[in-house]
């Protein structure tokens, strides 16, 4: 789990255009937890935003390992994820930016 919310907030600092502002948020339903990291300007396209889970993608191919990571770090966030039997997705921020969200089953006597 650490890894997973590390590579998301990682992501999120690395790619907000100063002086952005990234917002966490953790709340919980009757039988999950959602975490969501929503980050201010650039957002991607959606095209973009479908694909940044695919390992190795990149959805600005001009960045190198230097500044934009080897491309595994989201794919990884998506294993860990299924392997927690939850998921991650990313979609537009209203901030500008992108907003990943996590969502993963309620452990404990009510989960299911």
Not at 5 to 19: I, K
């Amino acid at each position: 789990m650490e890894q997973l919310l590390g590579n998301v907030l990682d992501n999120s600092l690395r790619y907000t255009d100063a002086p952005g502002q990234v917002l966490v948020e953790i709340r919980t339903d009757d039988s999950q937890v959602i975490l969501s990291v929503e980050d201010t300007a650039p957002g991607l396209p959606t095209d973009d935003l479908m694909r940044i889970f695919e390992p190795l993608y990149r959805a600005d191919p001009a960045r190198g390992r230097e500044a934009g990571g080897s491309g595994q770090g989201l794919a990884i966030c998506q294993q860990i994820a299924k392997a927690h039997h939850g998921t991650v997705r990313a979609e537009a921020s209203p901030r500008g930016g992108v907003k990943f969200v996590i969502e993963l089953p309620m452990m404990g006597d009510n989960a299911a």
